[in-house]
């Protein structure tokens, strides 16, 4: 199966920057999504960022203008740049992937993975 490690994450002062990666085991079998969720304790794991193998993105409201999602075809590797971060962007980021997958028009939700990584932790501080 796909093993998906997140690196990147750390504690940042309100307004840093930081570039989030995740790494696959293996290449992910096409078409897929790939994509960023956080997740804060007591609440619902929710959508950052998603692309999928025929290079659509789509990215949240609430992170549109000051996170990028991209990757490396070479390796699958995925990529989020971080910058002008925010005390509520505190948050555990999980990469995610789903095989066979071709993102619809809506930011989709997490129920949509089927692999997920452990973790990084993104702590901003004010």
């Known amino acids: 199966q796909v093993h998906l490690v997140e690196s990147g994450g750390g504690s940042v002062q309100s307004g840093g920057s930081l570039k989030l990666s995740c790494a696959a085991s293996?290449?992910?079998?096409?078409?897929?999504?790939m994509g960023w969720f956080r997740q804060v304790p007591g609440k619902e794991r929710e959508g950052v960022a998603v692309?999928?193998?025929?290079?659509?993105?789509q990215v949240a409201d609430s992170v549109n203008g000051r996170f990028t999602i991209s990757q490396d075809n070479t390796d699958d590797k995925l990529y989020l740049r971080m910058s002008n971060l925010k005390p509520e962007d505190t948050a555990m980021y999980y990469c995610?992937?789903?095989?066979?997958?071709?993102?619809?028009?809506?930011?989709?939700?997490?129920?949509?993975?089927?692999?997920w990584g452990q973790g990084t932790q993104v702590t901003v501080s004010s």
């Open positions: 995610a992937a789903r095989p066979y997958c071709a993102l619809p028009s809506a930011l989709p939700s997490h129920n949509l993975f089927t692999h």
């Open positions: 293996t290449l992910i079998s096409r078409p897929y999504c």
């Open positions: 692309l999928d193998s025929g290079g659509s993105s």
